[in-house]
């Protein structure tokens, strides 16, 4: 027990735990010991942050939180835009797939053997008529 009372009376002399490492104490005994004395790590010292530093980071964070919530912002004013702009490209779309459907259908009964005229009549509109049968 003498060197573990030695180890702690050089280390509350001032001694590093390095320090008595290099000079030939275990190294899990200088740590235990300084541990101990309440030393928060070995060889460092914790250092109040500077209040100035310290205000300098809050300014920078409150900066990036501005910046992102004024990108957030431009982005919601040109929401309208975005949104007309996807209807429309849904209207067209609609349009397209009703008349490919139509075409198709008037291809099928043309195939099974009605009267091309008659086909003509029940394929055109046909996506529109069953559409709004759905809807009522």
């Keep these: 027990m003498g060197k573990l009372n030695e180890i702690r ?6 001694d590093t ?17 300084n541990k101990k004395l309440n030393n928060p790590h070995p060889d460092t010292t914790i250092k109040p942050v500077n209040d100035e530093l310290q205000e300098l980071r809050q300014r920078r964070d409150i900066a990036k939180l501005q910046r992102e919530i004024a990108e957030i912002e431009a982005n919601k004013e040109m929401l309208p835009d975005r949104v007309a702009a996807l209807e429309k490209t849904v209207l067209d779309q609609r349009i397209l797939l009703s008349d490919s459907v139509d075409t198709a259908f008037y291809n099928s009964l043309v195939y099974a053997r009605v009267d091309m005229k008659e086909a003509k009549e029940l394929a055109d509109g046909w996506v529109d008529r069953i559409d709004k049968k759905i809807r009522m």
């Design 9 to 14: 009376n050089r280390l509350k002399a001032g």
């Design 17 to 33: 735990p390095r320090q008595l490492i290099a000079e030939g104490y275990s190294r899990s005994s200088v740590y235990r010991e």
